[in-house]
Nanobody, 115 residues
């Protein structure tokens, strides 16, 4: 059983930056894709970014140009660099890892952007 633990959330002023980390208890090389999702109060969880085992990345249109996703296989960690934060980015951010037959989620980290 792999555990994913997010960190790096917090309170930030609009226009500021945060870097979220997702540390896996096992090798992230076992996941063919890892991603970040977010859920704002009263809204459905939405996909934010994904990174595939070959390094290819996809970013949601709503955050493209502001957010980047990266991975460090040696540290078994995936990152979400968030720049130019807006109040509408306020949400709980979740890390997800998909293997060949299993999907894992972290517990989430709160990001609050003040206007």
């Amino acid at each position: 059983q792999v555990q994913l633990v997010e960190s790096g959330g917090g309170l930030v002023q609009a226009g500021g930056s945060l870097r979220l980390s997702c540390a896996a208890s096992g090798s992230i090389s076992n996941f063919y894709v890892m991603g970040w999702y977010r859920q704002a109060p009263g809204k459905q969880r939405e996909w934010v970014a994904a990174i595939f085992d070959g390094g290819r990345t996809n970013i949601a249109g709503s955050v493209k140009g502001r957010f980047t996703i990266s991975r460090d296989n040696a540290k078994n960690t995936v990152y979400l660099q968030m720049n130019g934060l807006k109040p509408e980015d306020t949400a709980v951010y979740y890390c997800n890892g998909n293997g060949s037959s299993s999907s894992y989620w972290g517990q989430g980290t709160q990001v609050t952007v003040l206007s």
